[in-house]
């Protein structure tokens, strides 16, 4: 009996030992500073909840596919964190954090700039990155909501092939009855390519650059009926119509124009001689995120001297860093004309009547 009782005894110490180990090995080590030692499992939620997030972060985005992947990857390695990417228009990223707004799903908007955000400024939380004082001047964060990372001043792209001996080097020259009908535009409501175009136009066309001159929205009304009927439904299919012959001219961004230059398309890119403008297009956190921590991470590798050049010097948008790399393929400053009078705090606030106008006069143009 002796040898029995203690044979049970060995197996309930055991067992014991056994629960014990199972326990301990379900806990992360973390350090006094709350981070843990080592790369968590991307799935797999830490037990202070209060201190640490997943290593996950949910970023929705508007931007290339080279410029993502350029970005995102880097961050990967970089971090550990593991990002979700949610890729769509502008319009319908917004739309889905107006309704998310009680359950965000979404940590990153990386979409736009401050003149089409600012109406929507309620729904990212404040946040100046540590990297802020390096940024140009004019594109810091000064509302502490929206930081400027690149910059993609609104251009036209044009189809070299089917452009024959048109001139088409600025807005008054979209006039042109041969191309009527010929034109690539999208909707300013909901694109932001579009929008910054549309601005754009009525600061080189108004009385003395006034956006909101009667001589600016006469010259918008002979534009949409040059149109012929015609509108984008994305900002993608601008610049692809062009490139693919659909279109002569197309009112874009700079970036997937120069890509396409890059790429040895049969297209050019044409800085308007009448001016242009240059936001800044900007990263922002939305408002009650899952992963505050790794947003902010982000926001600021973004803005890093490291991820500023290597853009910059490989891929076609404009660093807006101090002192960062550009390359050579891209059109110098110096031989971009902008606009003395532009003001984005002007245009951010009056966004929604610049929008609103220019549906009104979209409206009797097909009348």
Request: net charge negative.
């Amino acid at each position: 009996m002796k040898i029995k009782r203690s044979w049970l005894a060995l197996m309930l110490v055991a067992v014991m030992a056994i629960s014990m180990t199972a326990c301990s090995g379900t806990k992360s080590e973390t350090n006094k500073g709350g981070t843990t030692n080592k790369p968590q499992n991307t799935a797999a939620k830490t037990e202070d909840t209060g201190n640490k997030e997943e290593n996950v972060l949910v970023v929705y985005t508007a931007r290339s596919e080279e410029l993502n992947k350029a970005v995102i990857s880097e961050f990967e390695k970089e971090t550990g964190i593991k990002v979700e990417l949610v890729t769509a228009g502008t319009g319908e990223l917004l739309k889905r954090v107006e309704s998310e707004k009680d359950n965000p799903l979404g940590d990153i908007l990386w979409a736009a700039d401050r003149t089409m955000l600012s109406a929507s400024e309620d729904l990212f939380m404040e946040y100046v990155s540590k990297e802020d004082g390096n940024m140009m001047d004019g594109f810091q964060n000064t509302t502490g909501h929206f930081s400027p990372a690149f910059a993609d001043p609104a251009v036209f792209i044009v189809n070299t092939d089917l452009k024959g001996d048109m001139k088409i080097e600025g807005f008054e020259d979209l006039l042109n009855p041969a191309l009527k009908g010929k034109i690539a535009f999208g909707d300013p409501v909901n694109s932001s390519s579009a929008f910054q175009s549309l601005v754009a136009m009525l600061y080189a066309m108004g009385e003395n650059n006034d956006p909101m001159s009667d001589k600016a929205w006469e010259f918008v009304d002979k534009f949409l009926k040059n149109l012929d009927g015609k509108m984008a439904n994305s900002s993608s299919q601008v610049y692809k119509g062009v490139a693919e012959g659909e279109y002569v001219v197309g009112l874009t961004w700079e970036d997937p124009a120069a890509k396409y230059v890059k790429e040895g398309a049969n297209v050019e890119v044409v800085f308007p001689k009448e001016g242009t403008i240059f936001p800044g297009e900007s990263v922002q956190i939305i408002k009650n995120a899952k992963h505050p921590e790794n947003a902010k991470k982000f926001v600021d590798f973004m803005l890093s001297q490291e991820v500023q050049n290597r853009v910059g010097s490989e891929l076609t948008v404009r660093p807006l860093r101090k002192g960062a790399t550009l390359a050579d393929y891209m059109t110098p400053q110096s031989e971009i004309k902008l606009f003395s009078n532009y003001d984005e705090g002007w245009v951010a606030a009056n966004k929604l009547a610049i929008t609103n106008k220019f549906s009104e006069r979209l409206e009797s143009s097909m009348d």
